[in-house]
């Protein structure tokens, strides 16, 4: 079942620039790629495909606020909402007098996104669809009752709303939803090197902030080193926590053991991660983890929180190791296991690997996406 060999699909998200690459590499493996054009606010989207994949960019200033500013101040969110609005309708002009016309609004995030796509939809007459990741539902849902009312009235009026794991399908099915389908995130496997499992080396993927808990992992490894006084580990990314970070390697005496990374591309991520062995994830909730996606794929060992997502599609012992939530003397055994037993570790490399290729990788996901696409534009 294929869409359109002409079909023009508005893409309406703010990710960043690789993050929006992956989504367009997804439609490379359609029967017949859509021409896709680009709404965003970044000025830096290379559209980077392994075939071309035909993308149009158009820039829109949107305004973004942050979770804090829509649970303090209801006259921000007033303002970004009639924001929203204004700049919904120049965008729609924008895409009424493009050279193509428009057969769908695909929109990435319930909120300013989805919000665009919606009113765009409406003008152009075109359906809509909606991706939620989790996080956006997280922080709306706990925002502002501006906020709140607005997502939920977003999702009701979308054709078809998408949840990258099964529990957030759940949870948008628990409000009242019923145009719910399940589609996960998906990696390029084959764009994704073999790990080194044969050293003591972790990796940590991530913002740095209170839910992906850097200063967990952190007193976790601590105790490692003390039984493993080879091991390493990687810190990869930026955020809130960072000075927090450093204190804490300082304080914990452990410089010489943590090496911080404030950003890789993907390439050079996929350098490191080939030379690490164990990727653990820390994360109080997720949606559905590209990091963790990428790991499996890679062959790494995954150590991760036993929360609602990671449970949903990792097996404990089988394709992963799962620890709960707060127990860093669980978690900090867990990693000493991995090092310690080869067996397991390349048994457990072996299935996670498998289970990517099977569910999450690419051309297995654009099959389901290009069902929804279809039976919307037929």
């Known amino acids: 079942m294929a869409v359109n060999r002409d079909c023009t699909i508005a893409l309406i998200s703010d990710l960043p620039a690789d993050l929006c690459s992956r989504i367009i590499d997804v439609y490379r493996f359609f029967h017949h790629p859509p021409k896709i054009v680009l709404v965003t606010r970044r000025r830096s989207h290379p559209a980077k495909t392994k075939v071309i994949v035909n993308v149009e960019q158009m820039m829109v200033p949107v305004v973004a606020p942050t979770s804090q500013q829509t649970r303090k101040h209801r006259i921000s969110a007033w303002c970004c909402v009639i924001g929203y609005l204004l700049q919904s309708l120049v965008l729609s ?64 009026n ?71 006084p080879e091991a390493k580990l990687y810190i990869v990314g930026e955020g809130s926590l960072r000075l927090a970070v450093q204190e804490e390697i300082k304080s914990r005496n452990l410089q010489n053991s943590v090496n911080m990374i404030p950003h890789l591309d993907p390439n050079n991520l996929n350098k490191l991660r080939s030379l690490t062995s164990v990727f653990v994830q820390p994360s109080l909730f997720e949606g559905m983890s590209l990091a963790i996606l990428e790991t499996l794929a890679s062959g790494q060992l995954v150590i991760a929180t036993r929360n609602e997502s990671n449970s949903s599609f990792l097996d404990n012992g089988r394709t992963a190791l799962l620890f709960e939530e707060n127990d860093c003397g669980q978690l900090s055994d867990l990693i000493v296991l991995a090092f310690s037993n080869e067996a397991l570790r390349y048994r457990i490399s072996k299935s996670g690997r498998n289970l990517v290729r099977r569910y999450f990788s690419n051309n297995v996901v654009a099959g389901k996406l290009e069902r929804v696409y279809h039976s919307l534009t037929r």
């Open 93 to 156: 002009r924008k895409l009424m007098h493009s050279r193509d016309r428009i057969q769908l609004v695909h929109a990435h995030f319930i909120l300013p996104q989805g919000l665009f796509g919606l009113i765009i939809s409406r003008i152009l007459r075109t359906p809509l669809v909606v991706t939620t990741t989790g996080t956006d539902i997280n922080v709306i849902f706990n925002s502002s009752w501006l906020y709140q009312r607005l997502s939920l009235f977003v999702l009701k």
């Open 158 to 228: 979308a054709q078809t709303v998408i949840g990258v794991s099964k529990p957030i399908c759940a949870h948008l099915s628990q409000v009242g939803l019923s145009n719910v389908v399940y589609i996960p995130n998906s990696v390029d496997v084959d764009s994704i090197p073999p790990a080194n499992l044969g050293n003591k080396t972790i990796l940590f993927v991530g913002t740095l902030n209170g839910n992906k808990r850097p200063l967990f992992l952190l007193r976790a490894f601590a105790q490692v080193i003390r039984r493993l």
